[in-house]
Structure formats: C-alpha cells, structure tokens
C-alpha cells in the first residue's frame, strides 16, 4: 500500500494530495506505538459496534485468552472469513 500511495503521489497526485500523502506518513513514523492509546481502542470498539449493527454481524472470538496473551507484546494479525458457516 506505501508503494502505491507513493507512486500515486509522484505520478499523478496534485500538490495538494501529495502534501496530505507524505505528511501522514511523516507523521505515523513520529507518533509513538501506542498512540492513541485508551482512546483509539475506545474509538475502535464504537466503530466495530456500528458496524455490527449495520451490516447485521456476529463477532465471534474463539480464543480470547491466548488473543490478549499475545496482544500485549506482539502484533496480530486477524484473519477474516465472512462467508465460513
């Protein structure tokens, strides 16, 4: 995705764009990573919720343990299937 944003930026982007695009970037390698700590799990969880409620979605967590074991100091990665019955 960086590649593309960054080709984009070069090729095609007005300076508008291009200034939008690289100042994001510039900004999410100064931001720590923690950032936006409490209020960003907060703001995700509403974000999940609204579109549970929207798009009439079950969240389903088999492991919910070994998924905040992990959490803390690792990164995860999720792994979706929409269409598994």
């Known amino acids: 995705i960086v590649l593309c944003l960054v080709l984009y930026a070069i090729i095609l ?3 508008l764009h291009r200034t939008v695009i ?32 929207y798009f009439g979605l079950k969240t389903i967590i088999e492991d919910e343990e070994g998924l905040l074991k992990y959490s803390e100091d690792k990164a995860i990665i999720y792994a979706f299937s929409p269409h598994d019955m």
């Not at 390698?29 to 409490?38: I, T, V």
């Not at 974000?47 to 409620?53: C, D, G, P």
């Open 22 to 53: 690289f100042g994001l970037m510039t900004l999410s390698l100064l931001l720590p990573p923690d950032f936006p700590g409490k209020a960003g799990h907060k703001l995700g969880d509403w974000i999940m919720l609204k579109a549970e409620q």
């Open 13 to 15: 982007a007005n300076s």
